[in-house]
């Protein structure tokens, strides 16, 4: 195995990257929807948009594959940075000299091919790769992988772009990248308890002093329990990971969405009003009505109760205690018998 060289501008590199701060945040669907994009464009089990590191390469999104990140040196995207302007293009791992005993090869996830194409910020320098991984070795031409550079020009637009949350943003820049980790769900690489109290002052500051309304919606799922019970805890833990997707894909791109505790899901709408946060929570309950998740196990049915509620603009109040509204709203939804929305006004 050969360990990734450094590029030559690795310390610029390295302060480019750190000011994204992106490295340790929760899953976005913005760039959610990009891997599956380049998943499905190139009809292959994995694809990832990964940030290297100073020692790992961290994927702020990844299809396919139940990791946050590896190591640098055995990274295949610690190679893909050498050349900011080409794609690495791997047809078969097994026979190149740099990934041939590779653990990423000779274990799992057994890459056989891999492409990646370089990913940068707005002053040129390298921050990681969009990259699509296969199990098999693949014979494409050069021209049949361009679409990956388009790809890989739509995220750096994400990279570049504001985040469209402006609680998020405040957080996350009052933060320390440890201090990130630990308001991270390990499991479902959401935000967690700790983490939407956080942002929950955050929104009630918005609120108070720009005058900008909040809406809360306390989500609880029927059945993942049971798929702990019924099958492992693995399966249940891949089931979390898909509703924390699907809901991501329900909401906008300003609303921010953790897991509260166990089954229960939350999500903060911010600056917009009752309206916006009754579509989302019909678009959530029809989500989960219509469509099942998929497990190791196979398909499995999960309901969807909602409890929601909405506070105005008020620069004189401080509001209600977080999530007691929403958390009255959703017991009396339980009490109906659940898979239904209940609001608090």
């Known amino acids: 195995m050969r360990e990734p060289p450094r590029p030559t501008d690795e310390a610029l590199r390295l302060q480019a990257l750190c000011a994204t701060n992106l490295v340790d945040t929760p899953i976005e669907e913005r760039f959610e929807r990009l891997t599956r994009l380049a998943q499905q464009m190139f009809s292959v089990p994995i694809a990832a948009i990964s940030l290297v590191t100073e020692k790992r390469q961290w994927f702020k999104s990844i299809q396919g594959l139940d990791v946050q990140e590896t190591s640098r040196d055995i990274s295949f995207c610690g190679h893909a940075i050498l050349n900011p302007e080409e794609l690495l293009v791997v047809r078969d791992a097994r026979l190149d000299s740099r990934f041939e005993d590779n653990p990423l090869v000779t274990a799992d996830p057994k890459i056989r091919f891999y492409a990646g194409c370089p990913v ?5 320098l390298t921050l990681g790769t969009i990259c699509i991984i296969d199990r098999v070795p693949r014979d494409l031409a050069s021209e049949d992988l361009w679409p990956l550079k388009d790809i890989a020009a739509l995220v750096e637009t994400e990279l570049h772009r504001e985040r469209a949350s402006a609680v998020q943003d405040q957080l996350i820049a009052s ?8 308001l991270i769900d390990p ?26 309304p909040v809406g809360e919606m306390l989500i609880k799922f029927d059945g993942l329990d049971d798929i702990a019970g019924r099958y492992s805890d693995r399966a249940r833990d891949e089931a979390l990971r898909h509703v924390a997707r699907r809901l991501l894909n329900c909401c906008r791109n300003q609303d921010v969405v953790g897991r509260w505790d166990g089954s229960t899901f939350m999500m903060l709408i911010e600056a917009g009003d009752r309206q916006s946060l009754e579509e989302i929570a019909d678009r959530v309950l029809t989500r989960f009505r219509e469509q099942k998740i998929n497990t190791e196990v196979g398909e499995v049915g999960i309901n969807a109760t909602l409890g929601l509620a909405f506070h105005e603009a008020a620069p004189d109040d401080e509001g209600a205690p977080f999530c007691e509204a929403a958390a009255n709203a959703l017991a009396r939804g339980v009490e109906r018998g659940g898979n239904c929305i209940e609001q608090a006004w």
């Open 187 to 212: 499991v479902t690489r959401l935000w967690n308890r700790s983490g939407m109290e956080r942002l929950f002052k955050h929104a009630q500051a918005l609120r108070v002093h720009k005058q900008l």
């Open 120 to 124: 940068k910020s707005s002053d040129g």
């Open 175 to 182: 933060l320390s990248q440890e201090g990130r980790v630990e």
